[in-house]
């Protein structure tokens, strides 16, 4: 019989540098996974590539890694790490093809990795947070719901008719392009964005992939074109604002498991009476948004919400076309 038994380090909140990450067994302090792929590391350069972390301290890619038990390291983590180096060779095409459930568990795995330095960091008394993420039950709700479905990573699981986040695709047009790799990710939002050469993946995770549906007619118009960086960044600041005011989170149900199950199967179901689906939308936030996006081209927040029946868009003419861009200029 296949283990089908899920781990859950939040009901002890077993977050420690003994317990693998994947699956909970002791190990020692030796046996880590780096959160970030080496062969990422290597190709972009990124070893000692500072990171900020949420307590304001600083480490490096390659310092970053998690505890994880040989195990789980050889036969789930370095077999994903591999199918994605091998798709990112092909750029655009090679990552479009992949399964989007193994790019859910590759960003999932970041995603998880920085959050499980993060809970690891609270349990030092030696460093303070201002507002521990351990110590926020709203927070820790959500992440436990999120690290049921991140097991798929190691559990045979199948989620009946959706998937658990929403992904995006972008290829990046390489005449004004000058950031081979770029990191991103708001850990109480659960946005995400990765850019790998042309290729930037944003992705919004445990929405069920309704950020997906709500932003379906822009991602239709842009998703086979390539894409000036400034329009990339109004994009993410569409997703990441979209997931700003996300209000909800979904349950979700395992299927009874019978004797010779070889998977588990997992439904879901969005409680949509209790609250709204999205808070409402706020021009001057998302205008917020945009201009963090936007630092590089130094456009303020003045200047996207100048015309309040059109905010400022890179993405769209008037009629509500593409719009393409070689060269930006102010
Ligand atoms: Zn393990």
Redesign the pocket.
Known sequence: MADLKLYDPFSKMQFTDEH??????T?TTADRTPVFGEWMQKKYNLENKELLLLDKSITTFSQLTIP??????TN?ILPLEEEIEKASEADYEGIKLLDPKRLFQWIGKMYYGTLVTELIREKDPLIMPENPVSENPQMLGKFRTFYQVLQSL?VPMVFSDFQPCSLFILQVEPTEDNLPFEYQDELSTMAFSIKLGPVVIVCKLLDNGIISKAMGRMYKLIESRQLHPIQVAEFKAQVFYAAYIFNVVPDYFIRTIKPDDKQLVLDTLIDDVTNEVFNPWEPVAYAHMLEEMLKPWSIREQQILADPTRLLTFLTDEKGEFKTIEHFAQ
Do not use: D, T, V
């Open positions: 693998c990450f994947l699956c909970g067994i190990i994880c038990c040989n195990q789980c390291h789930y190691r």
